[in-house]
Structures are given as structure tokens and as C-alpha cells.
């Protein structure tokens, strides 16, 4: 399966690529790392690319790593589109006081607009 993972500056972000690249080694998919711009995020794009390298060279995991400009939600899209991917993976939802998922505006941008498979990571 040929794997899209996009990451942000979260911790969550961090978290689906550690689940993403599990999976990847147990079960041989071609993974793609999409490093995504958000300024207010808690790491730069620059950390994340650093860190995404890092965790794959850990795990003796070949990737590739690309740096999306603009908006975080359209640019994945976009990438996901112009790529042969089989399911893109992102990290995203909290829960409410009363139990129900809350997303916010770029996770539900993808999984209202992705053309493939989405899976989401909480």
C-alpha cells in the first residue's frame, strides 16, 4: 500500500508517525512524509522534517520526506491528488466533555476533501 502521513507541529503529529511507521515495518508499505506548514504550530516545519528523519532512521525505514508550503489542509489535499496513494494518514480530534470527537478546521478540511482513504490517528 503506498501511505501518505502528514504531519503538523503537534505532539499528535509525532504520535502518527511513530503508528505509521510501525505499520510500515510490519507490513511493507511505501510511506510518503508530507511535512506540513503551520506557524503556530508547537515545532517549526524545520523541526518536524529534522524529527520525521530522525524517527525514520531509528526505525530503519525508507521515506520520503517533502515540505508542503501554504495552507496545511488544501496543500495535503492537493499533494494527496497529484500522488497514486492508497490512504493518507493524519493525527487530529479531541474529545469533548460529553465523549463525542471534536476536530478542528484542517482535520476536517482532509477528511471532507481527500481523494483517497483517510485514516485518522488519536
Do not use: C, H, W
Not at 515545532?43 to 525505514?61: H, P
Not at 479531541?94 to 476533501?113: A, H, R
Amino acid at each position: 500500500m503506498n501511505v501518505l502521513v502528514g504531519l503538523g507541529g503537534s505532539d499528535e503529529s509525532i504520535k502518527t508517525l511513530r503508528q505509521t511507521i510501525e505499520r510500515t515495518k510490519s507490513v511493507g508499505d511505501d510511506l510518503t512524509v508530507a511535512v506540513l506548514e503551520k506557524p503556530e504550530a508547537k515545532r517549526s516545519q524545520a523541526e518536524m522534517y529534522d524529527r520525521a528523519a530522525e524517527l525514520l532512521s531509528e526505525a530503519d525505514v525508507d521515506a520520503e520526506i517533502v515540505t508542503l508550503e501554504g495552507d496545511p489542509g488544501s496543500a495535503l489535499v492537493d499533494y494527496a491528488e497529484q500522488g497514486e496513494f492508497d490512504q493518507l494518514v493524519i493525527g487530529g480530534g479531541t474529545l469533548s466533555p460529553m465523549g463525542k470527537i471534536q476536530l478542528g478546521p484542517i482535520t476536517e478540511f482532509v477528511l471532507l476533501n481527500a481523494p483517497t482513504t483517510v485514516k485518522l490517528v488519536r
